[in-house]
C-alpha cells in the first residue's frame, strides 16, 4: 500500500488525479474502522492531515467557507455561534475523541445516509465545493448525495470545503439514538429559520437511501407560520408539519428501527424543533433584526 | 515506511511501518508501550486512547503515516506532564511511589476506579484532557467527556469518583444508590477477549 502525503492542496489534486484509486483519508474515523477490519484494502491512501487549506474557514462574500478537514471539535468551539445547527449536530457525533479528529468533509465523503452533518447542511442551504485538476464546481447539498454511501464525487475529485450562510435565525438538530451518547442516528432532523426572507429549511437523516429535505413541509411553514406577529404556534400547523415531515422520509426497516418507528419519531422531532426554533425566534422579538 | 514522531518527550522511529496501520499497533508492538489498549479497533471503547498534538484521540484510528513528525503522549508519559488543572499535592503521600504516578492515575486508584485495568490507561487520559479545559467539572460535564470510554467493571460510579477525587471535590461518601446512568454501562462490550491482552 502507499501512503501519500500531499502537503498543499495543488499537490492533493495532483495526486488524486495520478491515482484515482487511491482512498483519501481526513481524521480516519471511518477509513481506519475498515482498514483494521480488512473491509478495505486500498492500493493507497491519500492522507489530506498535512493540507493546511483544508482546516481553515472565513467568509467568501456572505458565505462562510469552511475547509473540508475542519474538525467537528472545531465547529463547535469556533463556528458554534454562527452555524448553531451545525454545531447541534457535531455535538452528538460519537466521543470527545472522535469529534477530535473526524471532519464535516469526512461525513461528506462517506456520504452515509445516517451522517449527523448532513441534516443541518441541507436545512442550511449549503454548498459542497468540490475541485480536481480539471477545475472547482460547487454542488448543492441536496444534489450531492446519489444514494447510500454514494455522492456525486469523480474518482479524481476531492472535497474542498462547504459555503453555508451564517444563520440569520434560529436553527435546531435532533437526533434519536438507542441512546444518548456514541450512537448512530436511529433518524435525526434540522430546521432553520429564515426569518428576514420567511424561509425555513429542513433536513431528513437516517430515513431514506439519502439525507433528504422535506420540501413540501418546508413550503407549509413558509406560508402559513405567523411571520408577523411571532405569536404562538397554532396546532393545526405544528401537526401537518410533523406529517409532511415524516411523509417526505422513505425509511426502511433495520437493526436500528423499524421504518414505521422512524416516521413516527421523525414528526415528533419535527414538532419539537420547531416549537424551539419558533420559541427562540418569539423571544427575540424586538432586538434589531431577530436572532441573527 | 519509516515513522519519526516524538512520543512522551522523547524521539522514536519505527521502520517497515505499513502504512494502513494504526498509531495503536506502532505504539505497542514496536515501540514498545503498552499502556494504550487494543480492546475494539473500531473508536467505540476509547481504551487506547492518547494525546495526539495535544489533543486526545482514538490510536487505533490514526494511520500511522498521520503520525509522522507529530506528538503523541501516552498515559505512560502522563507523570511527566505538568497538569494545569489539578491543585498541587492531589493524592500525595498516598503511596510510596506516588511520586511516579500522574495525580489523576493516584485518584483512580484510591477510588477504587481499577478493577480489570483494562480501561483504564484511556479513561486516565481522558480526564487528565478534561481536567486541563475544565478542572471543577459538574457531573454531567464529566460524563459527556467520558462518553466514549467503556468499563466492562465498575459501573461508572467508582470512576466518576475518581474524577471527583482528583479535582478536590469528592464527597466524602458516593450518595447511595447513585446512578451512572448517562455513561455507556448498557452499551455491548468490546468483542471477545481483549486482544493483545493486559500485560
Ligand atoms: C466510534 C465512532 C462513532 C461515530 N459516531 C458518529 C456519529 O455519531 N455521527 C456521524 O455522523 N458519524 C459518526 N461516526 C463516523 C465518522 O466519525 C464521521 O463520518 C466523520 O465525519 C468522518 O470524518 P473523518 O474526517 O474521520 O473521515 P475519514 O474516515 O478520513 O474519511 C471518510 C470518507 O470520506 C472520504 N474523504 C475524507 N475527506 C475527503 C475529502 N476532502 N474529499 C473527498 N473525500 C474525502 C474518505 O475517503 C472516506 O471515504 C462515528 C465513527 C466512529 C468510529
Ligand atoms: S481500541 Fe481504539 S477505541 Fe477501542
Ligand atoms: S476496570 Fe475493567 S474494563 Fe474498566
Not at chain 1, 17 to 41: H, K, Q, S, W, Y
Not at chain 1, 209 to 228: N, V
Request: hydrophobic share 40%.
Amino acid at each position: 500500500m502507499e501512503f501519500l502525503q500531499p502537503s498543499s492542496w495543488s499537490d492533493a489534486l495532483a495526486a488524486k488525479a495520478a491515482r484515482p484509486d487511491a482512498v483519501p483519508i481526513a481524521g480516519g474515523t471511518d477509513v481506519m474502522v475498515e482498514l483494521n477490519f480488512d473491509r478495505r484494502r486500498p492500493p493507497a491512501l491519500l492522507d489530506l492531515t498535512r493540507v493546511g487549506a483544508l482546516t481553515e474557514w472565513g467568509y467568501d462574500g456572505d458565505l462562510l467557507r469552511v475547509g473540508a478537514g475542519v474538525s467537528y471539535r472545531r465547529i463547535i468551539d469556533e463556528l458554534g455561534g454562527v452555524l448553531p445547527g451545525l454545531a447541534m449536530a457535531a455535538r452528538t457525533v460519537g466521543s470527545p475523541q472522535i469529534r477530535n479528529r473526524g471532519t464535516v468533509g469526512g461525513n461528506l465523503g462517506s456520504a452515509s445516509p445516517a451522517g449527523d452533518a448532513h441534516p443541518p447542511l441541507l436545512a442550511t442551504d449549503a454548498l459542497v465545493e468540490v475541485a480536481s485538476v480539471r477545475g472547482t464546481r460547487t454542488v448543492p447539498v441536496d444534489e450531492f448525495f446519489t444514494g447510500p454511501k454514494r455522492s456525486v464525487l469523480a474518482p479524481d475529485e476531492l472535497i474542498a470545503a462547504f459555503l453555508v450562510a451564517p444563520a440569520a435565525g434560529p436553527q435546531q438538530f435532533a437526533k434519536i439514538g438507542t441512546r444518548n451518547a456514541m450512537v448512530i442516528a436511529v433518524c435525526s432532523f434540522a430546521v432553520a429559520l429564515h426569518p428576514a426572507t420567511r424561509r425555513v429549511g429542513t433536513g431528513i437523516g437516517s430515513a431514506a437511501p439519502t439525507p433528504l429535505r422535506a420540501h413540501q413541509a418546508e413550503e407549509l411553514l413558509a406560508a402559513e407560520l405567523p411571520w408577523h406577529s411571532r405569536g404562538s404556534l397554532p396546532a393545526p400547523l405544528v401537526r401537518r408539519f410533523g406529517e409532511l415531515v415524516a411523509g417526505a422520509a422513505a425509511p426502511i426497516d433495520d437493526v436500528r428501527g423499524t421504518a414505521a418507528y422512524r416516521r413516527q419519531a421523525l414528526a415528533v422531532l419535527a414538532r419539537r424543533t420547531l416549537g424551539w426554533a419558533w420559541a427562540q425566534l418569539s423571544a427575540s422579538q424586538g432586538e434589531p433584526g431577530g436572532r441573527s | 515506511m519509516r515513522i519519526t514522531c516524538t512520543v512522551n518527550g522523547e524521539r522514536h522511529e519505527a521502520d517497515d511501518v505499513w502504512p494502513g496501520e494504526s498509531l495503536l499497533h506502532v505504539l505497542r508492538e514496536r515501540l514498545a508501550l503498552p499502556g494504550a489498549k487494543n480492546a475494539c479497533e473500531q473508536g467505540e471503547c476509547g481504551s487506547c486512547t492518547v494525546y495526539l498534538d495535544g489533543l486526545p484521540v482514538c490510536a487505533c484510528l490514526v494511520a500511522a503515516g498521520q503520525a509522522q513528525g507529530r506528538t503523541v503522549i501516552t498515559v505512560e508519559g502522563l507523570p511527566a506532564e505538568v497538569h494545569p488543572g489539578l491543585p498541587a499535592g492531589t493524592g500525595e503521600g498516598l503511596f510510596a511511589d506516588a511520586g511516579a504516578l500522574d495525580p489523576v492515575q493516584r485518584a483512580f486508584i484510591e477510588a477504587g476506579a481499577v478493577q480489570c485495568g483494562f480501561c483504564t490507561p484511556g479513561l486516565v487520559v481522558a480526564v487528565h484532557d478534561l481536567l486541563a479545559r475544565n478542572p471543577r467539572p459538574a457531573d454531567p460535564d464529566i460524563r459527556e467527556a467520558l462518553a466514549g470510554n467503556l468499563c466492562r467493571c465498575t459501573g461508572y460510579e467508582k470512576i466518576l469518583e475518581a474524577v471527583r477525587l482528583a479535582t478536590g471535590s469528592a464527597r466524602v461518601a458516593p450518595a447511595e444508590g447513585a446512578q451512572a446512568g448517562g455513561l455507556p454501562a448498557q452499551r455491548t462490550p468490546p468483542q471477545g477477549p481483549p486482544a493483545g491482552g493486559a500485560e
